[in-house]
Nanobody, 120 residues
Framework: QVQLQESGPGLVKPSQTLSLACTVS??????????WHWIRQPPGRGLEWMGS???????YYTASLKSRTSISRDTSKNQFALQLGSVTPEDTAIYYC????????????WGQGTQVTVSS
């Protein structure tokens, strides 16, 4: 069974860069036909898709965050990472990583989520 685990600081100051990693076990991030996503949920709001990196290394971002977001991967660690720059308190959310069978919009495995608060 594939497992995903988010890690990173729980508190980030405004204007700084939020950096999270997702470690994947029992499954390779380079396996064909899978994409690996970052999704967040601000308090009291629904899920927001942020972006993804697929097995071929291509990345995709939601338009509203594209200028501030970077998703990368470290295949030697079987990890993929999120960087979100110039954060504000509106970036406070639970951040999830998840796996999708490419082009199906079906997320079959999720991390447990990690709370990130943006505050001075």
């Amino acid at each position: 069974q594939v497992q995903l685990q988010e890690s990173g600081p729980g508190l980030v100051k405004p204007s700084q860069t939020l950096s999270l990693a997702c470690t994947v076990s029992s499954g390779s991030i380079t396996t064909n036909n899978y994409c690996w996503h970052w999704i967040r949920q601000p308090p009291g709001r629904g899920l927001e898709w942020m972006g993804s990196i697929c097995n071929d290394g291509y990345t995709y971002y939601t338009a509203s965050l594209k200028s501030r977001t970077s998703i990368s991967r470290d295949t030697s660690k079987n990890q993929f990472a999120l960087q979100l720059g110039s954060v504000t308190p509106e970036d406070t959310a639970i951040y999830y990583c998840a796996r999708e069978l490419a082009a199906t919009y079906y997320f079959d495995y999720w991390g447990q989520g990690t709370q990130v608060t943006v505050s001075s």
